[in-house]
């Protein structure tokens, strides 16, 4: 093997074409890992990890781009790293360099004098200060960026609530607003649901259910994961809910968040008024008290299920067939398989298993866990499930949503463990996530199935007008043996079934 590092002086670029990058990167040809990142001191630490160089690094900063590769050879290094500067520096469907020229928000602005928002993706140590420039200069904000402190969040949702702005995030991977998709989001048919939403993969959750139960969504408000926590203490979450309250377009509010603070969470609901909102809390305690006009739920296939029943449309069937198909399932599956492993790429659906699996087979460990002592390394014969979207997964890689190689090598591991039982995948679909996941999983889901081994249980998140095509996903799941199921929840319980060998849980009502 050897290894080649290309640094690109000066030359930012964000995660989403650093990550377009690192897809043609490790696409090519006799590749055995590459990447592209900036040079920050965590990324550098990962590519000294890896094997390379400290020497061709050590004049690298944060503001420098570092393609870099090992392959099985000079030329291989040579034309993987070609393929990766095409990826991110030339325009999609031509060899043309992208303009250098747009350098600060200020050009930007004079490029497109009539913006209104902006998103900002720089290194978490710049963000609150581009984060305020945009906000002086009179813009709404989907701040993209991690690695912000919350005391720099506080400080910017009060602000941007001063000039009556939106400051989405930090951490915010998805809006819709519009009818402009931003971020990770799936293409969803208009209508009268606004979603707002402390939670990413919550948020599309939400939305891609009320779209294929027959409803409309007008807008996706992403606040930052942790808005509805007692330090932020829910301020973007009001400001968003008094706009979309005197908003008529928006005829129900669906509010979505990770397990908040309760306090918190009280507070915003109780600040709601004026028109149904249905408020999908994960994991509030079960007596937790709504105001009248305000339905609250513990899960998010519940969530959107009271949103639709709501606007007047039939209760859905989330369930259909489900039982039989575990029934069938369990059948040839060892009796010393009892295990249940979740391996997520979207961090509110691993809160929400770990929710539904805890009321069913009692204590889940995680790299973020529900409770303290519930964290990693887990003792012997635990439930697990891994947010694979966390820093210490995506260090130096690319985000699971986008590259299922750190997924496909956990799926092959956890496989060959003669005590699991199920092995649950969330697959989200949308811009931004990998154009064709099934490709790339089913094959290795179908060799799991050929062997005896657990079952896979996967739920595709998404529609049909996504460019990946729902039913075309779903459809090769199936082929490779997995049990797919309708919404995020029943992968769970389906999960929860195949351990128990009780395939009734898998139509447990939340």
């Not at 709404?140 to 001063?162: C, M, Q, T, W, Y």
């Amino acid at each position: 093997m050897t290894t080649s590092v290309r640094i690109h002086r000066d030359t930012y670029v964000d995660s989403v074409v650093q990550l377009a990058g690192t897809r043609a990167l490790r696409a090519a040809p006799d590749v055995d890992w590459a990447t592209a990142v900036m040079a920050t001191p965590a990324n550098v630490e990962t590519l000294l990890a890896e094997g390379f160089d400290a020497e061709d690094l050590a004049a690298a900063t944060a503001n420098d781009l570092v393609i870099a590769v090992r392959a099985g050879s000079r030329t291989a290094a040579a034309e993987a790293v070609d393929a990766g500067e095409r990826a991110m520096f030339e325009r999609r469907g031509g060899g043309e360099q992208v303009e250098a020229s747009v350098r600060s928000l200020d050009d930007a602005l004079r490029r497109a004098p009539r913006s209104n928002l902006a998103v900002v993706s720089v290194p978490g140590e710049y963000a609150a200060l581009e984060a305020h420039k945009a906000l002086s200069a009179g813009l709404d904000v989907l701040l993209f960026s991690d690695n912000v402190s919350v005391e720099d969040e506080i400080e910017l949702k009060d602000r941007a609530a001063g000039l009556g702005r939106l400051l989405m995030g930090p951490g915010a991977g998805t809006a819709m607003l519009g009818r402009t998709c931003l971020g990770f989001a799936n293409v969803v048919a208009d209508g009268a649901v606004a979603v707002v939403a402390a939670a990413g993969t919550g948020a599309q959750e939400a939305a891609t259910l009320v779209d294929r139960w027959g409803g409309g969504v007008s807008h996706v408000v992403g606040l930052g994961g942790r808005d509805l926590g007692a330090r932020v203490g829910g301020r973007m979450a009001r400001a968003a809910l008094d706009g979309l309250l005197a908003d008529p377009g928006a005829e129900l509010v669906l509010l979505v968040s990770k397990p908040p603070d309760v306090g918190v969470a009280h507070e915003v609901v109780r600040a709601a008024g004026g028109k149904p909102v249905v408020a999908a809390l994960i994991g509030v305690p079960e007596d937790f008290a709504a105001p009248e006009g305000v339905t609250v739920t513990r899960t998010l296939e519940a969530g959107a299920r009271a949103a639709v029943r709501a606007r007047g449309l039939p209760d859905p069937d989330v369930a259909p067939g489900l039982a039989d198909r575990i029934r069938e399932a369990i059948a040839d599956l060892g009796p010393q398989r009892t295990l249940v492993r979740g391996l997520f790429s979207g961090g509110t659906l691993c809160f929400e298993s770990l929710v539904i699996l805890a009321d069913v087979l009692g204590d889940v460990h995680s790299n973020t866990p529900l409770r303290s002592g519930l964290g990693l390394p887990a003792p012997d014969g635990a439930h697990v499930c891994l947010d694979l979207g966390e820093e210490e997964y995506t260090q130096g890689r690319p985000h699971p949503m986008i590259d299922p190689q750190a997924r496909i090598e956990l799926l092959r591991e956890q496989a060959a463990d003669p005590a699991v039982a199920a092995i649950v995948l969330d697959v989200v679909l949308g811009y931004g996530a990998h154009p064709d996941p099934a490709a790339e999983l089913g094959p290795v889901c179908a060799e799991i199935a050929a062997a005896g081994g657990p079952r896979v249980v996967v739920y595709v998140l998404g529609t049909d007008r996504d460019p990946q095509g729902l039913d075309r996903q779903r459809r090769a799941f199936a082929d490779a043996g997995c049990v797919v199921t309708e919404t995020a929840a029943r992968a769970s319980l389906a999960a929860a079934a195949l351990a128990l060998r009780d395939p009734s849980l898998a139509e447990k009502p939340l």
